[in-house]
C-alpha cells in the first residue's frame, strides 16, 4: 500500500509566507498548504483543475469575476485556465489544492531523516 502521512514530510518554502507539501500519483498532485495571515495569493492561471479545500482559517478569494471569503470546509473547483488569487484572513491559514493533471513542476516533498 501506498501511503503516507503528512507528518512524516519536509515543508518546502515557496515564499516568506508560503510553505507546502505534495504528495504525487498518476494522474494528480495533492498538496498541504501552509499560509501566513494577510498573504496575498497573487492572480494566476494553469492548464490544471484545481480543487481547494480550506482546513482551517480562510481567504478572501476572487475565481474569474466572483469573490468569497472562503473557510474551513469551503471546497471550492477551479476549471483549468480560469483565473484565480485572493488574500489570506488575519489567521493562520492552511489547505489542501488537489491538481489534475499532476504538477510536475512541483517537487515532491522528501520524508523527514531520522
Given at each position: 500500500?501506498?501511503?503516507?502521512?503528512?507528518s512524516?514530510?519536509?515543508?518546502?518554502?515557496v515564499?516568506?509566507?508560503?510553505?507546502?507539501?505534495?504528495v504525487?500519483?498518476?494522474?494528480?498532485?495533492?498538496?498541504l498548504?501552509?499560509?501566513?495571515?494577510?498573504?496575498?495569493?497573487?492572480?494566476?492561471?494553469?492548464?490544471h483543475?484545481?480543487?481547494?479545500?480550506?482546513?482551517?482559517?480562510?481567504?478572501?478569494?476572487?475565481?474569474?469575476n466572483?469573490t468569497?471569503?472562503?473557510?474551513?470546509?469551503?471546497?471550492v473547483?477551479?476549471?483549468p485556465?480560469?483565473?484565480?488569487?485572493?488574500k489570506?484572513?488575519?489567521?493562520h491559514?492552511q489547505?489542501?489544492?488537489?491538481?489534475?493533471?499532476?504538477r510536475d513542476?512541483?517537487?515532491?516533498?522528501?520524508r523527514?531523516?531520522?
Amino acid at each position: 500500500m501506498n501511503c503516507v502521512n503528512w507528518s512524516e514530510l519536509e515543508w518546502d518554502e515557496v515564499m516568506p509566507g508560503m510553505k507546502r507539501k505534495v504528495v504525487h500519483a498518476e494522474s494528480f498532485t495533492m498538496v498541504l498548504v501552509d499560509l501566513a495571515p494577510n498573504l496575498d495569493l497573487s492572480f494566476h492561471n494553469h492548464i490544471h483543475e484545481q480543487a481547494i479545500m480550506v482546513l482551517e482559517g480562510g481567504v478572501e478569494f476572487t475565481l474569474e469575476n466572483e469573490t468569497r471569503s472562503i473557510g474551513p470546509g469551503d471546497v471550492v473547483r477551479i476549471p483549468p485556465s480560469a483565473e484565480h488569487g485572493g488574500k489570506v484572513g488575519d489567521s493562520h491559514t492552511q489547505l489542501i489544492d488537489l491538481f489534475s493533471p499532476q504538477r510536475d513542476e512541483f517537487p515532491a516533498s522528501a520524508r523527514k531523516s531520522g
